[in-house]
């Protein structure tokens, strides 16, 4: 199952990047790895415990999905101090068509019933820690390409402020966008929560998941194994599985260049 | 684009706390009226001569809800509104919406313009870091000057904070300042920094910390601006006493030559209401600390380094050129009660802080009082230092321009790579010219 998943992913990654305004990846190994942290074990007989843990798991896992989607849309439903709607998210965000990955990170975690406990700061560090993203990918071994942070709650302007600047000292964004940062501030928090973060990163990081994805899709792919499968269907050629082959690697080698990328020597303009 | 349009109200507010009836200055309150407003066809409420145009709805709508206390209201028909944002994108603000609301927009304007046959001057107030206010509101100022060619244009805009809003912010506002230096008269800037600070003034109680709503930073802008544009009389000893100063005087005297069009306004005091009670001010500190204000290129009363004065005024034989700030041209109003005006104005007649020294100031003043203040003291300046953020604007910009990054949204829309080169090279030019004012150290 996990090999064919490979060709699907690339397949359909690259036709989402290329179509898409903006790519938000979700990983199920991640959810899992948040539920599995979050959840309680139920002592009960084997077989009863692993079909309602795994169809509850899935619901969980699910439901960080729903609440990205919802932290998105609340400024278009709900009145705050900066409404974000989804437009500005993609213009202030994707510097290039084709760097238009924004890895959601969420913050607190926690289960729905836990009162909650996370202080203001220690939320907006955490959504930008490994364990926190819904895509595996670490942030630190990348450079940003510019940050979304969406606040949900009663947080006030210069408590963003704040820690926006604790944040920057520890990040790297790219020579060009040093203050990429964009702020959605909405009044009305998440239901059971005081206040939330949810963080959309563009990172160069995320080369790293598509590296690995490429390396799985080729294990296969260069054997041709499985693939008769997807030609058997109409409408489906070789030659578009290539293709979307090809705009992985470009997609990696884009951020690639970009995480080493140094400001030219002109800095001022001329007047011509 | 949520708050800009607040600032409409607050100016129409201010003005309107001026025409009450039962205030002792009634030809005062006829000319603002006048200046201001239309009356409505019930012959009480007054209709402000506005057009309030948003691509979103919510705070145009709510703008046309009020009531006013039944004073004035805005008028339905002068106003456009859509749902869809322009979503900070200047393109998107001017060459979409530019076109497929241009009708409406041209209709909305006429509907006005026909009640207002002697118009001489029109203001228009906009951001410069959003979509709709930036790139939408240069697109309406070139229809303004193509449908009345002879009418004055001053654009209000507000600078958004530094330390970013918005990421492209910095494109919007090369591209809004571009444009409007082709097709508009003079620009009024205001910086959000500067009003937050001066905000936290009027709370009382307020510690560094606390964040100031938009609300009270735009109530402070609205504050200036009316100030300004409020009546007041010439104080000329050559011409009659109480001839009025009308806006378009201010504008030509501010901006006479098309190189330098960038105006800032100051006002003292600046004070909460109820600090008003125990504060008692004199025209000669007014004129002190506004005059400070300028030179040092401030909007706030605080932290001023009297050590930097003009040179005919230091005490030391050691006449080294000071940081001054150099102005091609000042207008000051002052409003309350027992104006000593020539004491103010000779402040202000120093040859040093003109450009070749060349004095170029109008005074203007008024027996009424702005806002309840007993006296208040309003100057609004073409000076070099209003072009000094230029150089962070353009440098900081330039580096986004050079890796093409975010060029394709812009391009979306039809601008290309070419218009932002001209784009730099108009601001660069103006950054230049203003800088040149400085005397060479």
């Given at each position: ?68 989607i ?12 900066i ?12 510097p ?41 990918v ?32 520890s ?8 203050d ?26 995320i ?12 294990r ?47 800095v ?5 | ?22 205030s ?43 009531r ?9 028909r002068c ?13 998107n ?43 939408l ?55 959000n ?38 009546p007041?009389?010439s ?41 008003r ?9 007014l004129?002190?600390?506004?005059r ?6 401030s ?12 040179r ?74 209003n ?8 440098s ?6 050079q ?7 812009y ?31």
């Amino acid at each position: 199952l996990d090999c064919t998943i490979a060709v699907e992913a690339v397949v359909s990654t690259q036709s989402t990047g290329e179509h898409g305004n903006c790519v938000l990846p979700v990983e199920n190994q991640a959810l899992a790895a948040i539920c599995e942290r979050l959840s309680t074990p139920k002592v009960d007989t084997i077989r009863h415990t692993v079909t309602e843990t795994k169809e509850k798991a899935f619901n969980r896992m699910n439901s960080f999905v729903a609440k990205v989607i919802m932290d998105i849309t609340a400024s278009a439903r709900f009145d705050g101090a900066i409404n974000v709607d989804i437009n500005e998210i993609s213009m202030n965000l994707v510097p290039f068509p084709r760097a238009n990955y924004l890895v959601p990170g969420v913050a607190p975690l926690q289960s729905p019933k836990m009162p909650q406990q996370r202080h203001l700061d220690a939320i907006f560090s955490d959504v930008f820690s490994p364990t926190h993203q819904l895509c595996r990918v670490d942030l630190r071994k990348g450079v940003f390409l510019s940050a979304g942070l969406l606040v949900r709650g009663e947080v006030a302007m210069s408590d963003v402020r704040r820690n926006i600047d604790r944040l920057s000292e520890s990040t790297r964004f790219i020579y060009w966008n040093k203050d990429g940062w964009k702020t959605g501030l909405c009044w009305v928090a998440s239901c059971g929560l005081r206040h939330s973060v949810l963080s959309l990163s563009n990172s160069t990081a995320i080369r790293y998941t598509f590296e690995g994805l490429r390396e799985r899709f080729s294990r296969l792919y260069n054997r041709r194994a499985h693939l008769h499968h997807y030609l058997n269907v109409d409408g489906m050629e070789a030659e578009q599985v290539e293709a979307a082959y090809e705009s992985l690697n470009n997609q990696i080698a884009l951020y690639s260049e970009m995480e080493s990328a140094e400001p030219l020597d002109i800095v001022k303009p001329c007047v011509i | 684009k949520q708050w800009y349009q607040r600032r409409v109200r607050a100016v129409y507010r201010e003005q309107s706390n001026n025409t009450r009836p039962g205030s002792s200055a009634s030809a005062y309150c006829r000319e603002t009226a006048a200046r201001f407003f239309t009356p409505g066809a019930d012959g009480g409420t007054l209709i402000a001569n506005a057009v309030l145009v948003d691509m979103e709805n919510k705070v145009v709508a709510g703008c046309l809800s009020r009531r006013h206390a039944g004073v004035w209201t805005y008028n339905p028909r002068c106003s456009v509104l859509s749902k869809q944002g322009s979503g900070n994108n200047w393109a998107n603000g001017y060459c979409n919406f530019g076109e497929t609301k241009e009708e409406e927009i041209s209709v909305a304007v006429k509907v006005l313009l026909h009640s207002l046959p002697d118009l001489r001057v029109a203001l228009l107030l906009m951001s410069a870091a959003g979509g709709t206010g930036s790139g939408l509101g240069c697109r309406i100022t070139e229809l303004i000057r193509d449908i009345v060619p002879g009418v004055l244009l001053v654009n209000q805009v507000v600078l958004p904070f530094s330390q970013g809003e918005v990421s492209v912010q910095g494109y919007n506002m090369l591209l809004t300042l571009s444009s409007l230096y082709q097709s508009s008269d003079a620009l009024l800037l205001s910086h959000n920094d500067s009003y937050q600070t001066l905000s936290r003034r009027l709370i009382p109680g307020t510690s560094s910390r606390d964040c100031i709503s938009f609300r009270e930073m735009n109530r402070l802008i609205s504050s200036h601006v009316a100030g300004v544009l409020l009546p007041a009389s010439s104080a000329k000893e050559e011409e009659k006493k109480g001839r009025l100063i009308h806006c378009d005087d201010i504008v030509e005297h501010l901006v006479p030559h098309p190189c330098y069009r960038l105006l800032t306004a100051r006002m003292m005091p600046v004070i909460s209401e109820h600090s008003r009670d125990y504060t008692n001010t004199t025209w000669e500190m007014l004129g002190k600390y506004s005059r400070q204000m300028l030179i040092q290129n401030s909007i706030i009363d605080e932290g001023l380094i009297w050590s930097i004065k003009p040179r005919s005024e230091l005490l030391t034989t050691n006449k080294r050129t000071q940081n001054l700030n150099v102005s091609v041209s000042n207008y000051i109003v002052c409003r309350g009660s027992e104006v000593a005006l020539p004491e103010v104005e000779d402040r202000f007649k120093v040859a040093d802080l003109y450009r070749n020294e060349k004095t170029k100031l109008l005074c203007g003043y008024s027996a009424a009082t702005f806002d309840k203040l007993d006296k208040s003291l309003f100057v609004i300046d073409n000076s070099a230092k209003n072009g000094h953020f230029l150089e962070d604007l353009l440098s900081d910009s330039w580096l986004k321009f050079q890796a093409n990054a975010f060029i394709y949204q812009y391009e979306k829309f039809g601008l290309d790579r070419e218009w932002f080169k001209e784009s730099f090279n108009v601001i660069e030019k103006v950054r230049r010219d203003y800088e040149n004012l400085l005397p060479k150290k």
